[in-house]
């Protein structure tokens, strides 16, 4: 007679089901199948396109990443900045809402949506997000920065003065405290440029612009600042459109005229031309 299979012991089972839960614990998350998973896809998607200034094609990716994952405050920042990357602000403020629904924290979200209804013209609703951004933070000083803008264009410039005033004061404080970290900081370096720029004092500015752009070579509000502020620069000294003059031309000479080679047979024929009409006009003498 044959020995009958061995029973199994519940050490055994209990084993084996750990092994089995190990494994499909392992699996799962490799997966990636999960709506949070799938969103961070689309994102990384949006945001590579963004880099490349493929606004257009970033803009399906950031939708399709709050489609999977209505929960995702942070895809739906992102979408709105692509609304307004592509020039619709009404649509990014819309999604900077749901962003800070989500989560009423998100400097970010609040900053561009600020931004979106500057853009937009609606300066005092503009003013009340920068507050609600120097509410979480107050020492954001983009959000200071933008509201001084904001006062200045809606007619008051006194107060945007003023602001601007504060906003270098906190970021020469905020260098002189944390050193380190203001090295690396390029916004804040850009701010603090933007805020000169708005006082007219532009070569200070530039200053600014061109440390940030030491920190940060790509950063476009940076270099666009420092154009302009070069520009204002020009501007004060001179028209910037002035063409240059040319050493010659400052000489009073005319641009040289490149002599062309000429055969000889040519140069022999052009002077026996020359003799016989002098000859001819003799004799009609």
Known sequence: MGRSAPTPTWSSV???????????????????????????????????????????????EYENAVATDPYNSIAWNKL?????????????VLAFDRALTLDPYSIEAWNNKGDSLTMLGEYAEAISTYDRALLVNPNNLY???????????????????????????RAEREMRRHPQYA?????????????????????????????????????????????????AILLARGSPLTPRVTENEAEGNSIPI????????????????????????????
């Open 80 to 92: 709105g900045k692509a609304h307004m990357n592509t020039g619709r602000f009404q649509d990014a």
């Open 183 to 231: 090295r690396y900081d390029a916004q804040m370096w850009t701010n603090k440029g933007d805020a000169l720029s708005r006082l007219g004092r532009y070569e200070e500015a530039v200053d600014a612009y061109s440390t940030a752009l030491v920190i940060n070579p790509k950063l476009d509000r940076a270099i666009l600042g420092k154009t302009q502020a070069n520009d």
């Open 14 to 60: 209990i084993l084996a089901g750990i092994v089995f839960l190990a494994l499909v614990m392992t699996v799962i998350p490799a997966r990636g199948d999960s709506p949070s998973d799938i969103a961070a896809g689309y994102v990384q998607k949006g945001d590579d396109l963004t880099l490349q200034k493929r606004y257009l094609e970033a803009l399906p």
């Open 258 to 285: 490149t002599p062309l080679p000429v055969p000889v047979p040519t140069l022999i024929g052009a002077l026996v031309t020359a003799v016989f009409l002098l000859g001819i006009r003799r004799s009609l003498w």
């Open 143 to 169: 959000a200071l920065l933008k509201k001084g803008v904001c006062l200045q264009e809606s007619g008051s410039p006194g107060e945007a003065m003023a602001i601007y005033a504060d906003v270098i004061t």
